[in-house]
């Protein structure tokens, strides 16, 4: 009688012990599983981070080209301005030129005029 109830109470004991390592075994495995979720959400933070990060590089890189190319096309339309006013500089140059050049053929052909009135005027006298 003795030995059954003990033996009752060692199959209780062992039973229970079993049952506490199996629940322990559960927590562990549990806690394993939650590590590696966790492990796997830094991941992919870390990667959603990474790819943020090259967007705005890649934004940056743009904005830089697009102000480059505004840069440029002031600069162009800076030199084009810069050209037509010495293009009318020179036009400009060369119309004052041919004024003077005329004024100076009038000038000169007045003149000949003026001797040549002079000269059928002294024949006239004598």
Request: zero cysteines; hydrophobic letters at 10%; charged letters at 50%.
């Amino acid at each position: 009688q003795e030995q059954e109830r003990q033996r009752i109470e060692t199959e209780k004991q062992q039973q229970q012990e079993q049952e506490r390592l199996r629940i322990e075994t559960e927590r562990q495995q549990e806690q394993e599983r939650l590590r590696i979720e966790s492990e796997k959400q830094q991941q992919e933070q870390e990667r959603q981070r990474i790819e943020s990060e090259k967007q705005q590089q890649e934004q940056e890189r743009q904005r830089i080209e697009i102000e480059s190319e505004r840069q440029q096309e002031q600069e162009q339309e800076r030199l084009r301005i810069e050209s037509e006013k010495q293009q009318q500089q020179e036009r400009l140059r060369i119309e004052t030129e041919q004024q003077q050049e005329q004024e100076r053929l009038r000038i000169e052909t007045e003149r000949q005029q003026q001797q040549e009135r002079q000269r059928i005027e002294t024949e006239k006298q004598q």
